[in-house]
C-alpha cells in the first residue's frame, strides 16, 4: 500500500502540465495514534486537529512534499521583491497537492480505503494566526524532515517547496523520525542565513513575529491582484537549506 501512494503521488506530480516545475516527491507515513500528534495541540495550539477528527477510524497519516526546481530558487531568490513566478509556483502547487489528495482518495476508495484531508494552505485562524492542521508538523511527525531557524520543515530535498497530507483508515509502516538536524544553525550555530534574507526582520533567531510576516503575505497578495490568491513570500526558504540537507 506504501508504494502504491507514493506511485499515485509520482503519476499526479509527473502529469502534471502547469508552469512549475518539480523534483521528486518525498513521502512519509505515521501512525494516526502517535503520541505526536496529541502533542501538536502545545506545540501548534489547542486547536489543532487530531487524525481521528479529520477521519473518524484513522489509523494512519500520509505527508508528501512536492520540492521545487533549482531554477525557480535561483529566480526568486535574485529578485529584488517576490518574484512572479514564485508566486504563480504558489497557487499552482496548492492546487496540484489538492488534485494529489483527490486522485489518492479516489483510488483509495476503489481499493476499500477511506481517506480524508484538509486543504494545503489557509486552514489557519487568520487572527491568533495558529493552524488547524500543520501540515508541516504533520509532515515531521511523518519524518520527512526537522525545523529550521526559519521555522519551516527541512527535508532530504530542502525547504523549497511545498507539503501535503492525508490521513487513512489502513495501517501503514511510519517512518522512523528524521536523525541529528537539517538545519545548519540548529546543528553548528554557523547560519543565519534564513534571517538575513527576510525582507522585514520578522525572523530572527530569537522567534518568528507571525504578525510582521503575515502583513508581508497580505501586501504580496495585494501586489499580485491578477494571479489570485498568494500570500506568499518565502524569501527565507532559498538560503543553503532550499534544495536539500546543507
Known amino acids: 500500500m506504501e508504494k502504491l501512494i507514493e506511485e499515485i503521488i509520482s503519476r499526479v506530480v509527473n502529469n502534471h502540465r502547469g508552469k512549475t516545475g518539480y523534483r521528486t516527491p518525498l513521502v512519509g507515513f505515521a501512525r494516526a495514534g502517535d503520541p505526536g500528534f496529541a502533542k501538536l495541540k502545545e506545540v501548534v495550539g489547542p486547536g489543532h486537529l487530531l487524525p481521528q477528527d479529520l477521519l473518524p477510524g484513522a489509523r494512519s497519516v500520509v505527508a508528501f512534499f512536492l520540492p521545487f526546481t533549482p531554477e525557480l530558487v535561483k529566480i526568486h531568490r535574485r529578485d529584488p521583491y517576490v518574484s512572479r513566478r514564485w508566486a504563480e509556483a504558489y497557487i499552482e502547487t496548492n492546487q496540484l497537492i489538492g488534485e494529489t489528495c483527490r486522485v489518492l482518495a479516489r483510488e483509495l476508495e476503489d481499493r476499500g480505503v477511506k481517506a480524508a484531508w484538509c486543504e494545503p494552505t489557509h486552514n489557519f485562524d487568520p487572527v491568533a494566526l495558529v493552524s488547524f492542521w500543520s501540515h508541516k508538523h504533520i509532515a515531521c511527525l511523518c519524518g520527512l524532515g526537522t525545523f529550521g531557524l526559519h521555522h519551516m520543515l527541512i ?19 511510519p517512518n522512523p523520525p528524521a536523525a541529528g538536524e537539517n538545519c545548519l544553525y540548529r546543528r553548528e550555530g554557523s547560519c543565519t542565513a534564513c534571517v538575513k534574507l527576510c525582507p522585514t526582520g520578522a525572523l530572527s533567531v530569537e522567534g518568528l513575529d507571525k504578525e510582521k510576516c503575515y502583513r508581508r503575505l497580505l501586501e504580496v497578495d495585494a501586489y499580485y491582484t491578477d494571479l489570485g490568491l498568494c500570500d506568499v513570500c518565502g524569501k527565507c526558504a532559498t538560503g543553503p537549506c532550499a534544495l536539500g540537507v546543507p
Do not use: I, Q
Not at 527535508?155 to 509502516?173: E, F, K, N
Open 155 to 173: 527535508t532530504p530535498s530542502g525547504c523549497a517547496g511545498r507539503l501535503g497530507s492525508l490521513v487513512v483508515d489502513v495501517d501503514l509502516s
